[in-house]
Structure formats: structure tokens, C-alpha cells
């Protein structure tokens, strides 16, 4: 499968972002996805995951009530709506997609098959 994120850019601390993720090949209701952000100088970190069918979403801590993952599978696209964007979510972020069995989330990065090109949400304060 082949991953396409796009959505980011520069916002002000307090602003909102939505990122997409569009998936072409397999069948996109396979896989469970997730978003992951790595910062200048800092290893990649879990960001949100969510289930195959969207019955399970995971968050960060970091992130929890204020960043939603969902997914629209007829579209093949998963999304990352980031609200009360602070300036340390500043990033690049990567969506991934992991095979799985259904109402699992999979918050680990070894486990994703395939992964996204990244897009750069830069948060100024």
C-alpha cells in the first residue's frame, strides 16, 4: 500500500491543522493506521493510532483531548485533526499503516508496514 500525507504547514500556537493520509493499493480496511511525529534532533514518537473498522483510537498523552484520529475507509484516507497546537508539536508527521486483525490498535512504529512521506506542521509561538 502506498501512503500520501499531506495538511501540514505553519499555524500559530492555539490553531487547529487537519492532516490527511490517502492510501492506493491494497485494501486500505485492512490495515490498521497511525500517525507519528519526529521533531528536529528527537527519535520518532507515537502520536495516535485507530483500528481497522475505527472502533479503537489510542492517543499519546502528549496529544489526548486535543488531537482525533478517524478514517473514512470508502475513501482511503485517514485523518489527524490537531487542535491547541502548541509550539512543541512542531514536527514532521508521518502517517503508517500495520496488517491486523480487527479492534486492534498498534501504537508501536516496528509493527507498520508502510509508511507515509511525511508532512511538516511547524507551530509558531
Known amino acids: 500500500v502506498q501512503l500520501q500525507a499531506s495538511g501540514g504547514g505553519l499555524v500559530q500556537a492555539g490553531g487547529s491543522l487537519r492532516l490527511s493520509c490517502a492510501a492506493s493499493?491494497?485494501?486500505?480496511?485492512?490495515?490498521?493506521m497511525g500517525w507519528f511525529r519526529q521533531a528536529p534532533g528527537k527519535e520518532r514518537e507515537f502520536v495516535a493510532a485507530?483500528?481497522?473498522?475505527?472502533?479503537?483510537?489510542y492517543y499519546a498523552d502528549s496529544v489526548k483531548g486535543r488531537f482525533t484520529i478517524s478514517r473514512d475507509n470508502a475513501k482511503n484516507t485517514v485523518y489527524l485533526q490537531m487542535n491547541s497546537l502548541k509550539s512543541e508539536d512542531t514536527a514532521v508527521y508521518y502517517c503508517?499503516?500495520?496488517?491486523?486483525?480487527?479492534?486492534?490498535?498498534?501504537?508501536?512504529?516496528?509493527?507498520?508496514?508502510?509508511w507515509g512521506q511525511g508532512t511538516e506542521v511547524t507551530v509558531s509561538s
Open positions: 493499493g491494497r485494501t486500505f480496511s485492512s490495515y490498521a
Open positions: 485507530i483500528s481497522r473498522g475505527a472502533s479503537r483510537t
Open positions: 503508517a499503516a500495520a496488517p491486523t486483525i480487527a479492534g486492534v490498535v498498534v501504537t508501536t512504529a516496528g509493527r507498520y508496514d508502510y
